[in-house]
């Protein structure tokens, strides 16, 4: 029977270590993050501020991560760190405006009883860009553009 010594039980941990840091680091976890970026418009002028989510199409696979961009002036970019990986994804775009003459009582945090009027905002984007969209893109190593033209939810 072998006896188990000090050194033995470092080189043990260390090799657990070492294990633990490859398994967080990702195995396979190579592939290249690649940048995208473009213009998104809304009924033929730029979108002056919103959101754009990718997320993996159904079936694309497990392994691609979600990314999202800020839309600020019909643009958007997302740097190749955090990036994307290659594969296909559904885009989805949301984008709020400003009801005019609408408005709505809230609590004002401030005092108790007392309200606050603030504007009302709806949903500027059909549902097949936004809540259901059916946009799909595939994003490819390297940087990628693309390009939405968005009709006005009617």
Not at 22 to 38: D, K, P, W
Not at 53 to 73: H, Q, V
Not at 117 to 133: Q, R, T
């Amino acid at each position: 029977m072998r006896k188990v010594t000090t050194k033995m039980i470092d080189l043990r941990n260390a090799a657990f270590v070492a294990l633990m840091i490859l398994l967080i680091a990702g195995c396979g976890g190579t592939e290249a993050r690649n940048g995208v970026s473009g213009t998104v418009t809304l009924d033929g002028s730029p979108l002056v501020k919103g959101d754009i989510l990718f997320r993996p199409a159904p079936g694309a696979g497990s392994d691609l991560a979600s990314g999202s961009a800020e839309i600020i002036d019909g643009k958007y970019k997302l740097p190749e760190k955090p990036g994307l990986t290659p594969g296909d994804y559904i885009v989805r775009i949301m984008a709020e405006e400003v009801v005019p003459g609408k408005t709505v009582k809230v609590p004002s945090g401030m005092v108790e009883g007392q309200f606050d009027e603030v504007p009302v905002k709806e949903n500027v984007i059909p549902d097949d860009f936004g809540e259901k969209s059916t946009q799909k893109v595939s994003v490819q190593n390297g940087e990628n553009v693309f390009d939405f033209n968005v009709p006005k939810r009617k």
